[in-house]
């Protein structure tokens, strides 16, 4: 897997002050991506044990409210295969840290185990340590910069326990409307 960059104090994607993982390689081409680079595959640098080593570090303060993961996509099978690994790796090193990742595809089609373009073998373990998903494909037609956390309103932000938990799309607090930016 390679990874496009990584932003160490980002504000912009999820709850507090994170560590964001910007993978490569993504298949939805959405119109209007913001990060239409980290479409192909190969893009960036190659992700290793020692950038992997970086990113736990970043984490282990305690104003770091976790990491994101978004790209590209990282629920493309093949970056799936790094993103477990990874994922189990704060589950262990840095427990209190949340887990966030930005996926074109929607929670319907990643628990779908007969949808074999984003469902494989690490799947169910990666959407079982993580606790926010947004979900959904980037809409231009619908992108609508009242939204937190997303930047189309087709776009979900999910509670991924809590729908794993009641076995339906439980959706966050986060999916509500970014009120602060109204004068």
Not at 21 to 31: E, Q
Not at 70 to 83: A, F, S, T, Y
Not at 145 to 168: C, P, W, Y
């Amino acid at each position: 897997m390679n990874y496009g960059q990584i932003y160490y104090n980002d504000v912009a994607n999820g709850v507090g002050c994170r560590t964001a993982l910007f993978v490569s390689g993504c298949t939805h081409h959405c119109k209007g991506c913001f990060n239409e680079m980290t479409w192909d595959f190969n893009y960036g640098v190659p992700y290793t044990k020692e950038v992997e080593d970086e990113i736990i570090e970043s984490l282990k303060p305690e104003y770091i409210a976790g990491l994101t993961i978004l790209g590209g996509e990282p629920m493309e099978i093949v970056n799936q295969k790094e993103i477990r690994p990874l994922i189990e790796r704060i589950k262990k090193d840095v427990p209190r840290a949340t887990i966030w990742i930005y996926s074109g595809y929607l929670w319907e089609e990643l628990t779908d185990p007969a949808n074999t373009r984003c469902h494989g073998e690490d799947t169910d373990a990666i959407l079982g340590m993580i606790d926010v998903l947004v979900d959904g494909e980037f809409v231009l037609d619908k992108k609508n910069l009242m939204l937190r956390f997303r930047g189309s309103e087709n776009q979900r932000v999910i509670d991924v326990k809590e729908s794993l938990a009641k076995g339906t799309v439980v959706l966050s607090k986060y999916n509500d409307k970014d009120t602060s930016r109204l004068v």
